[in-house]
C-alpha cells in the first residue's frame, strides 16, 4: 500500500476540507467574499496542521530524550544536521594528523625558518600607486594589528624594486592593498626573501569607525593569533604565511587575539580584545576592527612575478567550482 506523508499530504487534507464546506454551503447560501474565504478558510486549516504537527515533533524528541539518558547514546546517537562543511568533496591533500611528508616539507619549504624561531617579523606596509583615502587607512588599521610593522608610500616605485629595496632593510613581508573605485579589493602577501606570494581578494571592509560599540583606542602588546578550518595543504600554506605576519612566543600572556577563520574558501579576519567583568568571572569579547573578508586567487612560488613566475595555485571558478562541495583550503 502506498504510504504518502508530507506536504502533498497535507495540501490534499486541506483541498478535501475547502471542497467540502463550499458543497455544504453552496446549498444554504453564497460563500461571503467568494474566493478570500475560501484562501482565509485554507489558511486557518493549515495553521491548525502545522500547530498538530509540531506538536507531534516535540513529543518524539522528549521521548528520544528520555531513552537517550537511560538506556545511553550508542543506542540513540544525537543526529547532526548536514552542513556543506560535513559533506565536503573528499580531498587528496587534505592534512591528516602525524603526516610525515608533510611535516618534512614545513620543515624544509621557504616559511620555516620563521617556525624555528630563527627570523622575527618586520612587516612592511603599503598601497597600489595613487591609492585613495579609504586604502590609507586600512594600512593604517594593519599597523595597528601588527606589531613592528612600518608603513610606507609607494611614490611610483615598482613592486619589484619596492621588493629590493625591502630585502635590503631585513624586512621579512610585505602586504600591498590594491584598490578599485576608491575602495579596497585586493591584497598581495609576499613573504621575503623567497616568498612565495599570495593573491587575495577582499571584500566587505570595514574600518573601525564604521564598526559600532568598536574599541578605537591604543593597543599595547602582542597578539595571540588563531586559525581555524585552514586543512588541505594549500591551506597549510596560507595559514603559515599569515602566521609569519605576527611575533610567535611559546609563553605568550595578554589580551589581543587576531582571527583568520576559513569557511567554504573565504577567509573572515577579526581583531578583538578580552574585556573583563567587574567580579573577575566572566569575560567578554571587544572588537578593535577592522574587519574584512579575503579569498585566495592564486599562489605563486618565489616572489612576486606575475609574467615569468611558477603558479602554484590559481583559482578558476569555471573549471575547478564543479560542485558547491568542493573546497580547496
Known amino acids: 500500500m502506498l504510504k504518502l506523508s508530507g506536504w502533498p499530504v497535507i495540501s490534499f487534507v486541506l483541498n478535501c476540507f475547502i471542497f467540502l464546506e463550499i458543497v455544504v454551503m453552496s446549498g444554504k447560501e453564497k460563500p461571503v467574499g467568494g474566493l478570500k474565504f475560501v484562501r482565509a478558510m485554507r489558511r486557518e486549516k493549515a495553521k491548525e496542521l502545522r500547530t498538530i504537527k509540531s506538536k507531534e515533533k516535540k513529543k518524539r524528541v522528549a521521548e528520544r530524550r528520555k531513552l537517550r539518558a537511560t538506556l545511553g547514546e550508542d543506542i540513540f546517537p544525537v543526529q547532526q544536521p548536514k552542513t556543506l562543511e560535513n559533506t565536503r568533496e573528499y580531498d587528496e591533500t587534505i592534512v591528516l594528523p602525524?603526516?610525515?611528508?608533510?611535516?618534512?616539507?614545513?620543515?624544509?619549504?621557504?616559511?620555516?625558518?620563521?617556525?624555528?624561531?630563527?627570523?622575527?617579523?618586520?612587516?612592511?606596509?603599503?598601497?597600489?600607486?595613487k591609492a585613495k583615502v579609504v586604502s590609507w587607512k586600512l594600512c593604517y588599521e594593519f599597523h595597528r594589528c601588527?606589531?613592528?610593522?612600518?608603513?610606507?608610500?609607494?611614490?611610483?616605485?615598482s613592486l619589484k624594486?619596492?621588493?629590493?629595496?625591502?630585502?635590503?632593510?631585513?624586512?621579512?613581508?610585505?602586504?600591498?592593498?590594491?584598490?578599485?573605485?576608491?575602495?579596497?579589493?585586493?591584497?598581495?602577501?609576499?613573504?621575503?626573501?623567497?616568498?612565495?606570494t599570495a593573491y587575495f581578494k577582499m571584500q566587505n571592509v570595514k574600518l573601525t569607525q564604521d564598526i559600532k560599540n568598536c574599541g578605537k583606542g591604543a593597543v599595547f602588546g602582542n597578539p595571540e593569533l588563531v586559525l581555524n578550518n585552514f586543512s588541505t595543504r594549500l591551506g597549510h600554506t596560507v595559514a603559515r604565511m599569515l602566521a609569519c605576519l605576527f611575533p610567535q612566543?611559546?609563553?605568550?600572556?595578554?589580551?589581543?587575539?587576531?582571527?583568520?577563520?576559513?569557511?567554504?574558501?573565504?577567509?573572515?579576519?577579526?581583531?578583538h580584545w578580552y574585556e573583563f567583568k567587574k567580579?573577575?568571572?566572566?569575560?567578554?569579547?571587544?572588537?578593535?576592527?577592522?574587519?574584512?573578508?579575503?579569498r585566495l586567487k592564486a599562489l605563486?612560488?618565489?616572489?612576486?612575478?606575475?609574467?615569468f613566475g611558477q603558479f602554484e595555485w590559481i583559482l578558476k571558478r569555471h573549471e575547478m567550482e564543479t560542485s558547491r562541495r568542493r573546497f580547496f583550503l
Open 279 to 294: 567580579d573577575g568571572t566572566k569575560a567578554a569579547l571587544k572588537e578593535l576592527g577592522p574587519r574584512f573578508t579575503l
Open 161 to 196: 624594486r619596492l621588493i629590493s629595496l625591502a630585502n635590503s632593510k631585513n624586512y621579512t613581508d610585505i602586504v600591498v592593498v590594491h584598490e578599485d573605485r576608491r575602495s579596497p579589493n585586493g591584497l598581495v602577501l609576499c613573504h621575503l626573501p623567497d616568498g612565495p
Open 249 to 271: 612566543d611559546p609563553h605568550f600572556r595578554g589580551r589581543r587575539v587576531v582571527t583568520f577563520h576559513n569557511q567554504r574558501d573565504y577567509i573572515f579576519f577579526r581583531h
Open 98 to 129: 602525524n603526516d610525515d611528508e608533510e611535516v618534512y616539507e614545513e620543515n624544509t619549504d621557504e616559511i620555516a625558518p620563521y617556525f624555528h624561531m630563527k627570523t622575527k617579523p618586520k612587516v612592511l606596509l603599503t598601497t597600489s600607486p
Open 146 to 157: 601588527i606589531p613592528n610593522s612600518h608603513v610606507i608610500g609607494r611614490k611610483g616605485i
Open 300 to 307: 605563486q612560488k618565489g616572489t612576486f612575478n606575475p609574467k
